[in-house]
């Protein structure tokens, strides 16, 4: 797996821009000329969809807010300050990225259905304001003199050449993203976001980059739009259909693809503008029944879009395709040979240190007062009864529950108050009780996501100890099949491996064991001996008593979420107090007569 993929990219878009252009020489009529003017503009709005809402998942009723913003910039610049085009559009790429922070930074708090009705406002908003401010019709002055310098062109083909280009452009924005921790990142946002912030994303962080990106895009897209049609309306550039349209040429074409916008406004845009011209007076609004039959034609026969669609359709042409050789090179898990040299002594070095630690939610106190260490090479367990509060106290020492009181100490960092991926950043790693994998993400893939903590710079490093960390777990041969279709076990290897990858100093590793099977659990407990003989110090959720034997230097018995003992695991299971937790004061008083 190379994430830069850059060259390739490039001659791509060389090569269907040049046929665009070739295709475009031919055509005299001027209605389809300026349809293939348009048509890139729909393309650059559907990519800028795409790279923010197709990659993080967060659909966006709203584009058109940057699409109007970058429209009226071009517009009134060149009437109010007789600023160029060629300044105006980099002019009102500016302000849609200032508009994106204004929108996104807020609006990121709220999910679902409700994200996607905040984003609808801000367009519908700016229609009324711009109405109420007198700009129901903008008209840009016709320059008579040295035009091109307003981009007023002789030629219609000379528009053409300038919207290929602003479309290849944004097309190579798309796919350094697609190629790159970006695209990874927002994608495993997308699928996992508690997984990905465990793994070391910073969710917040890249959606706010992702719909700045896409604001630039679709700003660059508005005000190009404002220099071809010359007249600009609120209707026209804040209105919902210029949103909606955005969202169906990525969705036509194929959401989270580098092309597919593309391919979406190929086809849809002069479908609808030719049968718009022919069946205009007979059917209104035929522009929306276009769009709206072809949103329903992609749920019925080609959910995932166009250009996968035709992908699959070419790989079984062809004899398979990538998922099958995936699924022909699974091999069964090779278990890992044992550490080359004895298991160094745990050290004196307190690596975590816990104080006072309490969390309650209401008058339930699911972690009250709880305060251990962990030394340098030490393999913790952490046992209790259900609901004892392990999985709690997990949760409060990466940061995905803030603590009532107490403090947490790693190395010299406090960890209260961080948020999961920054304390990931610092060296914890974390499993979770129920696997959270990028199902639609490959294991190499998935496992890469956790690199990207350890390695912050350097992709193809971080592809390198994604692969190190596979093979640490016995699931090399398993790096390009999709996580989706895994099994229990290779689910926990792959988690494993993915927070291996991250070079974490702690591991917590909550319930690993649980679902699998008697010889599933060897091949988890071999990998979980082998990393303590290389000195990996450890913290493990486990209620397989007779596993944790196996395994732990200490344990920690929480119950009702106070710690009821801690000691070596002789000691600690001998201990009444134990006993009665796990087995009840029924079954200890009738075990005493």
């Given at each position: 797996?190379?994430?830069?993929?850059?060259?390739?990219?490039?001659?791509?878009?060389?090569?269907?821009?040049?046929?665009?252009?070739?295709?475009?020489?031919?055509?005299?009529?001027?209605?389809?000329?300026?349809?293939?003017?348009i048509v890139?503009?729909?393309a650059?709005?559907?990519i800028?969809?795409?790279?923010?809402?197709?990659?993080?998942?967060?659909?966006?009723?709203?584009?058109?807010?940057?699409?109007g913003i970058?429209?009226?910039?071009?517009?009134?610049a060149?009437?109010?300050?007789?600023?160029?085009?060629?300044?105006?559009?980099p002019?009102?790429?500016?302000?849609?990225?200032?508009?994106?922070?204004?929108?996104?930074?807020?609006?990121?708090?709220?999910r679902?259905?409700?994200?996607?009705?905040?984003?609808?406002?801000?367009?519908?908003t700016?229609?009324?304001i711009?109405?109420?401010?007198?700009?129901?019709?903008?008209?840009?002055?016709?320059?008579?003199?040295?035009?091109?310098?307003y981009?007023?062109?002789?030629?219609?083909?000379?528009y053409?050449?300038?919207s290929?280009?602003?479309?290849?452009?944004a097309?190579?924005?798309?796919?350094?993203?697609?190629?790159?921790?970006?695209?990874?990142s927002?994608?495993?946002?997308?699928?996992?976001?508690a997984?990905?912030?465990?793994?070391?994303?910073?969710?917040?962080?890249?959606?706010?980059?992702?719909?700045?990106?896409?604001?630039a895009?679709?700003?660059?897209?508005g005000?190009?739009?404002?220099?071809v049609?010359?007249?600009?309306?609120?209707?026209?550039?804040?209105?919902?259909?210029?949103?909606?349209?955005?969202?169906?040429?990525?969705?036509?074409g194929?959401?989270?693809?580098?092309?597919?916008p593309v391919?979406?406004a190929?086809?849809?845009?002069?479908?609808?503008?030719?049968?718009?011209?022919e069946l205009?007076?007979?059917?209104?609004?035929?522009?929306?029944?276009?769009f709206?039959?072809?949103?329903i034609?992609?749920?019925?026969?080609a959910?995932?879009?166009?250009?996968?669609?035709?992908?699959?359709a070419?790989?079984?042409?062809?004899g398979?395709?990538?998922?099958?050789?995936?699924?022909?090179?699974?091999?069964?898990?090779?278990?890992?040979?044992?550490?080359?040299?004895?298991?160094?002594?745990?050290?004196?070095?307190?690596?975590?240190?816990?104080?006072?630690?309490?969390?309650?939610?209401?008058?339930?106190?699911?972690?009250?007062?709880?305060?251990?260490?962990?030394?340098?090479?030490?393999?913790?367990?952490?046992?209790?009864?259900?609901?004892?509060?392990?999985?709690t106290l997990?949760?409060?020492?990466?940061?995905?529950?803030?603590?009532?009181?107490?403090?947490?100490?790693?190395?010299?960092?406090?960890?209260?108050?961080l948020k999961?991926?920054?304390?990931?950043?610092?060296?914890?790693?974390?499993?979770f009780?129920?696997?959270?994998p990028?199902p639609?993400?490959?294991?190499?893939?998935?496992?890469?996501?956790?690199?990207?903590?350890a390695?912050?710079?350097?992709?193809?490093?971080?592809?390198e100890?994604?692969?190190?960390?596979?093979d640490?777990?016995?699931?090399?041969?398993h790096?390009?099949?999709?996580?989706?279709?895994?099994?229990?076990?290779e689910?926990?290897?792959?988690?494993?491996?993915?927070?291996?990858?991250?070079?974490?100093?702690?591991?917590?590793?909550?319930?690993?064991?649980?679902?699998?099977?008697?010889?599933?659990?060897?091949?988890?407990?071999?990998?979980?001996?082998?990393?303590?003989?290389?000195?990996?110090?450890?913290?493990?959720?486990?209620?397989?008593?007779?596993?944790?034997?196996r395994?732990?230097d200490?344990?920690?018995?929480?119950?009702?979420?106070?710690v009821?003992?801690?000691?070596?695991?002789?000691?600690?299971?001998?201990?009444?107090?134990?006993?009665?937790?796990?087995?009840?004061?029924?079954?200890?008083?009738?075990?005493k007569?």
């Amino acid at each position: 797996m190379k994430l830069d993929q850059e060259p390739k990219l490039l001659r791509t878009i060389a090569i269907v821009a040049a046929v665009y252009l070739a295709f475009a020489w031919l055509i005299d009529d001027k209605y389809y000329q300026l349809i293939l003017t348009i048509v890139p503009i729909w393309a650059m709005m559907g990519i800028a969809w795409n790279v923010f809402s197709g990659y993080s998942g967060l659909v966006s009723f709203g584009h058109a807010a940057f699409f109007g913003i970058g429209a009226y910039t071009v517009a009134l610049a060149m009437i109010g300050f007789n600023l160029s085009p060629w300044f105006g559009i980099p002019l009102g790429t500016v302000a849609g990225v200032i508009a994106s922070v204004l929108v996104g930074y807020p609006t990121f708090k709220l999910r679902g259905v409700y994200f996607s009705l905040a984003m609808l406002a801000y367009p519908l908003t700016l229609l009324y304001i711009f109405e109420w401010l007198g700009y129901q019709e903008v008209t840009m002055q016709m320059v008579r003199e040295n035009s091109w310098m307003y981009m007023q062109f002789k030629s219609q083909y000379t528009y053409i050449v300038v919207s290929t280009v602003l479309v290849a452009i944004a097309v190579y924005i798309s796919g350094r993203i697609h190629a790159s921790r970006f695209g990874l990142s927002l994608t495993a946002i997308k699928q996992n976001e508690a997984a990905a912030e465990g793994a070391g994303v910073d969710a917040a962080a890249w959606k706010l980059r992702a719909i700045m990106v896409s604001g630039a895009i679709a700003a660059a897209a508005g005000g190009y739009y404002a220099v071809v049609l010359i007249v600009v309306t609120p209707p026209s550039v804040f209105g919902m259909i210029a949103s909606a349209q955005a969202m169906i040429m990525a969705l036509f074409g194929g959401v989270a693809t580098v092309w597919g916008p593309v391919i979406g406004a190929a086809v849809l845009i002069p479908l609808s503008e030719i049968l718009h011209a022919e069946l205009g007076n007979q059917v209104h609004g035929i522009h929306g029944v276009v769009f709206g039959l072809a949103i329903i034609a992609m749920i019925l026969y080609a959910p995932e879009g166009l250009l996968p669609r035709l992908r699959d359709a070419w790989r079984r042409r062809n004899g398979g395709g990538a998922d099958d050789a995936a699924d022909a090179q699974r091999r069964t898990v090779d278990l890992p040979a044992a550490a080359s040299a004895e298991r160094p002594p745990i050290g004196e070095q307190i690596v975590l240190k816990v104080s006072d630690l309490s969390r309650a939610f209401g008058g339930l106190k699911a972690v009250s007062n709880v305060s251990f260490e962990v030394r340098q090479g030490e393999v913790l367990g952490i046992i209790g009864p259900n609901g004892a509060g392990k999985t709690t106290l997990f949760n409060l020492l990466n940061g995905f529950i803030r603590a009532d009181q107490g403090t947490v100490k790693f190395g010299q960092h406090e960890l209260i108050g961080l948020k999961p991926n920054q304390v990931c950043r610092l060296g914890v790693g974390r499993t979770f009780q129920v696997v959270r994998p990028f199902p639609r993400m490959t294991v190499l893939q998935n496992v890469v996501v956790g690199a990207f903590a350890a390695e912050q710079h350097n992709d193809d490093r971080a592809v390198e100890l994604a692969r190190q960390a596979l093979d640490r777990v016995g699931m090399l041969a398993h790096e390009q099949v999709l996580a989706g279709g895994l099994n229990s076990l290779e689910l926990r290897l792959m988690e494993l491996a993915r927070v291996l990858a991250g070079q974490p100093q702690l591991l917590l590793l909550d319930e690993t064991l649980a679902g699998l099977g008697s010889e599933e659990v060897e091949v988890i407990l071999a990998v979980i001996r082998r990393l303590a003989d290389e000195g990996q110090t450890i913290v493990i959720i486990e209620h397989t008593m007779q596993a944790m034997v196996r395994i732990a230097d200490r344990f920690l018995v929480l119950d009702h979420g106070q710690v009821l003992a801690v000691g070596k695991p002789a000691e600690v299971v001998r201990d009444p107090a134990v006993i009665e937790a796990y087995l009840g004061k029924k079954w200890m008083d009738h075990a005493k007569h």
